[in-house]
Nanobody, 121 residues
Framework: QLQLVESGGGSVQAGGSLRLSCVAS????????MGWFRQAPGKERERVAT??????????RYADSVKDRFTISQPNAGNTLYLQMNSLRPEDTGIYYC????????????WGQGTQVTVSS
């Protein structure tokens, strides 16, 4: 089994920054895509960012809502995933989940428990 544990969430004022971390443990082989998702109460879950490390690549993708503000990283395609969030806005508020899969599509099979991010005006 693979376990994912997020950390780094908290409360910040608009314009501030946070860095989320996700540590994977257990059977990490055949995991080539990791990502961050978020969900606000009453809203659909949103794919925030992904990083693909299969086939010797290091491909990142971002939702339009976070481009140029957030950065996803997975150093050396290792067991730790980060999400650097800058210029935070109140609409970034939600529960952020770390996820892992063999491929980035169509869906992710492993999920963390989530960490709360709250951005105040």
């Amino acid at each position: 089994q693979l376990q994912l544990v997020e950390s780094g969430g908290g409360s910040v004022q608009a314009g501030g920054s946070l860095r989320l971390s996700c540590v994977a443990s257990g059977h990490f082989y055949q995991i080539y895509c990791m990502g961050w998702f978020r969900q606000a109460p009453g809203k659909e879950r949103e794919r925030v960012a992904t990083v693909y490390t299969g086939n010797g690549l290091h491909q990142t993708r971002y939702a339009d809502s976070v481009k140029d503000r957030f950065t996803i990283s997975q150093p050396n395609a290792g067991n730790t995933l980060y999400l650097q969030m800058n210029s935070l806005r109140p609409e970034d508020t939600g529960i952020y989940y770390c996820a892992a899969a063999r491929e980035c599509s169509p869906d992710f099979g492993y999920w963390g428990q989530g960490t709360q991010v709250t951005v105040s005006s």
